[in-house]
Every structure is written in structure tokens, then in C-alpha cells.
């Protein structure tokens, strides 16, 4: 529910790791992850100060920023070419070793299956597996909440189908 | 998710723990923080410590400039028999750092601990009015707690182009381009009384501090230099003459911050 205001240190806490893993879920790499979160941190402070709490929840409006800034790097950068150093599992250049070992081993599999489906689907996922309710997840897509969930259900179901049978 | 009303209920608790297990690297978290306060100018980093302040409509360009009207009712009893007076600029001892509840861990501290700055100490404060006996602690629940921002920016120079050790600037006349970091704070109650517990400085036999407000103070130790954030409180004292004007400053920032 939206309420005061926040000091944007409480929010950028709360938040950061969240927003890490979104990312990561939509860009696939660790690297790329980091960056992106560099910058919506970087344009939620300087736009805190026209943060109004009456319009959105931090979370609504942090994840928000997130969206867009995924979709932009998609845009900029070419999505195929990450996606495919993603899929060889080519550790990009100055990744931690030790943060990309258990990464992969733990969850990197099934965020690299996220990262991999469709746009929307992947938005989806990601909003919802976020912690973001379905209401705010539809606001975010700009369709109803019952859209939304009908569009996760059957970004589950394609998500299955592209995970290897074996996967835990 | 709490909601489970999906299809493959298995795989979305395996997508809730990757996105919960999912984290950044160790350090990114703080490094970031310390990008994104280096890179603001200094009046928006004071604002948005400022911000965290909850004083309701207060503006935050309001509060960059901002003269802290705190009211901070505080009886102060000097328990120095030293005479003069007890504004700052007198003060010759600098106040003791000790940080209540043991030794504070600088880890997590940009500019590590940082050097206290020379400031006059208060002691003796007592509650309501009541003057403390002598020689005895003195308590601090006459002042009044106010909200404070849980923390500042510090800025860091280099001394031969900044201000002398000791001075103190307004915070709307802070100069641009330094360095800055968060450091923690305390309230102004907790400051009067840390002040207390370090010792008798020169002063009036008492005082009624009633305003504090928000400045910096110039610390040079060690070939740096620091603006720290520290109130200037304020009040009257009784004189020869009737009341005269007292000043004391205190560090604003928690105990733990400082060396």
C-alpha cells in the first residue's frame, strides 16, 4: 500500500538485491545484471525527489524503473548476442568467479531458462517471482490482473517445457 | 509467491528460491551506494539526508539550507570550576570519543573512523530544570528527542584548499566538488548527553540551551581534511548582568564514526 516516503538508503537496501535478481532474470549474465542495476539506482535517486508514495509503492515504482531499463538494454545492445554467451555459459569478463559458481550451480540453469523465454513472458515471471502482486505486475504490463495471471500461467508452462527433464 | 494457485506449483517454488538465492556479488551492494552518493552535488546529498528526516511538509530544498529548529530544552550544569565562557570557540578540550557499549567496528565506515573535532563539551546536563549535584552523571531527559536523518554526508579534502581545522559553515555554504560519504548520526538528545559524559569544559554554571541546528564543522588530522556534521546548540545562561548568550557544539555523528 502506498504511505510515507522513505529515506532512499531504506529503499535502496530493501531493494537492491531484489532488483539484482530481476535483472538478472531478464538479462541473463551476471555482468550485465550488475550494470543495468547500476543504473536504476542511479535514476531512482536522482528521481526520488518526484517519488510521490500516493502514486505507486516503492516496489511498484523501483520495479518499474527496472522494466524499463531491461527493455532498454535489450534494445541497445541486441538481445541475441547476450542470450547466446548466456547459453555457451561464457563467464563475461570480470564476473567473480566464486559468485558465478554458485550461481550456476544453484539457480543460474533456471534464470538462464527465464532470460530465455519470450519478452513478455519473461517480464512476467520476473515481476511476479519478485514479489510483486498480480495487480501491480498487470499495471506494470498495462493489461488487468486477470491478464496477468493468464499471461504467467502460460509463461510457466513454456518455461517448463524448456527446462531440461532431468532438472530438479 | 504465498499464492499457489498455479499449474506446476514445483516450479514456482524452485523459481521463488532462485530469485530469493539470486544475489549480487559481495561488496557490489556497498560500492554502489558510495557511486551514487559520490556522484550527487553536495546540496542534493544534504537534501536527501534531510529527506529522511519525517518533519511532515518540510521541503527538502528547504532543509538543504536548513537551520534546525530543534527544541532542546536542556538545563546544562557545567561542573568545571573554570570561569568564561562556553561557547565553542573557547573550548580547548576535545571531546572524548568514547562509544558507549564498547569498541565500534569501522567496517562499513568510506572514510574509516574520522578525527573528532575540536569542540567545547557539555557536562552536567540534568533534567527539568533541576541542576545536577555536583561531581555527580548527568541525565539528559530534559532534552526534548527530535527525528533525526539516520545518516549524513561527510565530505573529505584535501587541507590546503579547504577550511581550517575548527571551522564551522552553515550548511547552505558548503563548498562543491568534494568527495562525500554516509555516515551514521545520532539525536541531538543523545549527542547533549554523550557531551556530558566526556567531560568538564570551561563554562557557566548553567544554561538552557533551547535551539539546535544542523552545521559543519572543519576537522584536519593526519594530511585530510573533513566536514563533519555536528549541532550548534544554542541558549542563554545566567550572568553578572542577567542572561547571556552560550553556544556549545556536539558531533552529530554516532560515536561509532568516530575515532
Known amino acids: 500500500m502506498p504511505g510515507a516516503k522513505p529515506p532512499f538508503e531504506d529503499l535502496y537496501r530493501g531493494y537492491v538485491g531484489r532488483i539484482y535478481a530481476y535483472l538478472r532474470s531478464q538479462l541473463g549474465n551476471q555482468v550485465d545484471a550488475e550494470d543495468v542495476t547500476s543504473q536504476v539506482f542511479v535514476k531512482a535517486y536522482e528521481a526520488y525527489t518526484r517519488y510521490e508514495p500516493r502514486h505507486a509503492t516503492p516496489s511498484a515504482w523501483l520495479f518499474q524503473i527496472a522494466r524499463n531499463a531491461a527493455l532498454d538494454h535489450h534494445r541497445r545492445s541486441g538481445r541475441r548476442q547476450r542470450m547466446e554467451r548466456a547459453l555457451a555459459r561464457e563467464p563475461a569478463p570480470s564476473a567473480d568467479p566464486g559468485v558465478l559458481a554458485q550461481d550456476r550451480i544453484l539457480y543460474g540453469e533456471l534464470m538462464e531458462a527465464v532470460a530465455g523465454l519470450p519478452e513478455r513472458q519473461r517480464e512476467v515471471i520476473g515481476l511476479r517471482h519478485s514479489g510483486l502482486s498480480f495487480l501491480e505486475v498487470g499495471q506494470l504490463m498495462g493489461c488487468s490482473e486477470d491478464a496477468a495471471k493468464m499471461l504467467y500461467h502460460r509463461a510457466l508452462k513454456l518455461l517448463r517445457s524448456a527446462l531440461p527433464e532431468a532438472s530438479p | ?259
Not at chain 2, 516450479?11 to 530469485?19: V, Y
Not at chain 2, 526534548?144 to 554526508?153: D, E, I, K, M, N
Not at chain 2, 562543491?176 to 566526556?198: F, H, Q
Open chain 2, 1 to 259: 509467491m504465498s499464492e499457489r494457485d498455479g499449474p506446476d506449483p514445483e516450479l514456482e517454488r524452485r523459481l521463488d528460491a532462485a530469485f530469493r538465492g539470486t544475489r549480487p556479488r559481495r561488496g557490489f551492494e556497498d560500492e554502489l551506494w558510495a557511486r551514487l552518493q559520490a556522484q550527487r552535488p553536495w546540496w542534493r546529498r544534504i537534501g536527501d539526508g534531510l529527506g529522511g528526516v519525517r518533519w511532515g511538509g518540510v521541503a527538502t530544498g528547504l532543509t538543504a539550507v536548513l537551520v534546525v529548529g530543534l527544541l532542546v530544552v536542556t538545563v546544562v550544569r557545567l561542573g568545571g570550576a573554570r570561569g568564561g565562557g562556553a561557547g565553542m570557540s573557547s573550548a580547548a578540550v576535545p571531546a572524548t570519543r568514547a562509544a558507549p557499549g564498547g569498541a565500534a567496528d569501522s567496517a562499513g565506515l568510506p572514510f574509516g573512523r574520522l578525527p573528532a573535532p575540536r569542540a567545547a563539551s557539555v557536562s552536567g546536563l540534568v533534567a527539568g530544570g533541576q541542576p545536577a549535584a555536583a561531581g555527580q552523571p548527568a541525565a539528559s531527559q530534559g532534552a526534548v528527542p527530535a527525528p533525526q536523518p539516520a545518516t549524513l554526508p561527510v565530505f573529505r579534502y584535501g587541507p590546503p584548499s579547504g577550511p581550517a581545522d575548527g571551522t564551522i559553515l552553515e550548511v547552505g555554504s558548503l563548498p562543491g566538488g568534494l568527495e562525500s560519504a554516509a555516515y551514521p548520526t545520532r539525536s541531538v538528545s543523545d549527542a547533549l548527553a554523550g557531551a556530558s559524559r566526556s567531560g568538564a569544559v570551561a563554562g557557566h554554571p548553567s544554561a538552557v540551551l533551547t535551539q539546535a541546528r544542523l552545521v559543519y564543522v572543519a576537522v584536519v588530522s593526519g594530511g585530510q581534511g573533513f566536514l563533519e556534521p555536528a549541532y550548534l546548540c544554542t541558549g542563554t545562561a545566567p550572568g553578572a548582568g542577567g542572561s547571556v548568550p552560550v553556544q556549545v557544539l556536539v558531533p552529530a555523528l554516532a560515536p561509532a564514526a568516530l575515532g
